[in-house]
């Protein structure tokens, strides 16, 4: 008995740490939900094993193991339901408490009216070993598409949930072993401490995905504009300085073509019809201009009201005219479309000014300058139109 009581003692030890790292974890931000159950779980379980403990140094084996069926009973439904609070599962806690407690009392019946170990054993078992299956089905199952570490864990905490409902379903043929059941005893010690070291570590990783997420989300909503979901002027001042690094070093493009459109009489569909539908025409005009762009060479922005800013670059230091041509009269051909708002429809013209990196200026200031410039002067000859800046030659087109 005292290998049963050495292990038992450190087990009790293990599963104070345990306590104490889930304690400090639901510190962590993100990380504090099912950490109550989980800390019941463990002071339930040092309680249990103390008394049990207790039981067999006094040489009264029959109620030591009868108090590690009943509180092994109480810390596994803690468990469970901290850990399905930690994955959002909904289900029945009134149900799940009914349940532990009318199989903590059949186990108590059993055990002390019917004097049937055994059977005792047997529905603690099944009861605890359904519970690590269940709950290595919910964990395999648990949707961790944003963390491949946290879906890594996942796998491995379900395998080690399973290895110790399997583990379970032979306690009532070896607890009462002297080297078998002080094996088993062991073995249990290993698997719980392993499941509640990758609990926390899951727990960890999981936080620092949020916290990941939680940045990067910070950091869009700094970049970008919160009505279209395009950049704003702090984005398009970013992407401009990467892409023109990029140039310096000779990896990407030759040059930069700055397109910068405003929608001609848009203020008349404001006050005509109000800011909300004003605000759809912008939201459509800014996916017409997503749509008409490359995703992957180019930037567009709204620079402001109904000013937007599409950034191209072209792996050629001299962009032809045509090509310019070309790429005008898409999209305003693409602006120009109806724009069904809000139960009706609108025509909108616009008009873009364009200024070239690096052969009209190399700042993004002087650019947005020359090209907004650019467009006043396309609006002076009509909708629809675009120009250059004066200097080149023929500018508006």
């Known amino acids: 008995m005292l290998i049963v009581e050495t292990i038992m003692a450190v087990f009790i030890g293990a599963t104070l740490v345990s306590g104490l790292l889930f304690f400090t974890t639901s510190l962590v931000p993100g990380g504090s939900v099912g ?20 039981l067999l140094i006094q040489h009264k084996p029959e109620p030591a193991s009868l108090v590690l069926k009943v509180t092994g009973i109480g810390w596994s439904t803690a468990f469970y339901q901290g850990t399905l609070l930690f994955l959002r599962v909904l289900q029945h806690r009134i149900f799940l408490y009914t349940l532990a407690i009318v199989t903590a009392g059949l186990i108590i019946y059993l055990q002390q009216v019917l004097d049937a170990g055994f059977q005792a ?12 299956f269940i709950l290595a089905w919910f964990i395999f199952r648990a949707d961790h598409t944003d963390c491949e570490n946290c879906r890594r ?15 379970l379903l032979d306690f009532p043929f070896f607890h009462g072993h002297p080297i078998l059941g002080a094996a088993g005893f062991g073995l249990a010690l290993i698997i719980n401490t392993t499941i509640n070291l990758l609990l926390v570590a899951l727990v960890i990783q999981k936080s620092r995905s949020q916290l990941e997420k939680s940045e990067a989300a910070a950091q869009n909503s700094a970049l970008c504009d ?22 310096k070093q000779g990896r990407q493009a030759h040059a930069l073509m700055f397109l910068f459109i405003d929608l001609d009489s848009f203020k008349h569909i404001n006050d005509q019809f109000g800011h909300q539908k004003g605000d759809l025409v912008l939201q459509t005009i800014a ?54 708002a809000d139960g009706s429809y609108h025509t909108i013209t616009a008009s873009i000014g364009i200024s070239l990196y690096p052969h009209d200026a190399t700042s993004l200031d002087r650019l947005l300058v020359l090209a907004d410039e650019a467009m006043y002067r396309a609006k002076q000859a009509g909708a629809s139109q675009y120009c250059l800046p004066t200097r080149h030659h023929n500018p508006c087109r």
């Open 35 to 54: 950490h109550g159950g989980w800390i019941l779980s463990a002071l339930i379980a040092c309680m249990g094993m103390s008394l049990a403990l207790l």
């Open 153 to 167: 864990l996942s796998r491995v905490l379900a395998a080690i949930l399973i290895l110790h409902g399997l583990h």
């Open 121 to 132: 054993a047997l529905v603690f078992s099944l009861y605890c070993a359904t519970i690590n």
């Open 226 to 247: 919160p009505l279209t979901g395009l950049l704003n002027r702090a984005g398009l001042q970013q992407a401009f300085v990467k892409k023109t690094r990029s140039l």
């Open 287 to 340: 996916r017409r201009l997503r749509a008409n762009t490359s995703a992957e060479r180019d930037e567009t922005a709204r620079y402001g009201g109904d000013e937007f800013v599409v950034l191209m670059e072209f792996e050629q230091e001299h962009i032809p005219d045509s090509q310019i041509r070309q790429i005008c009269h898409r999209l305003l051909d693409r602006i120009g479309l109806p724009v069904f």
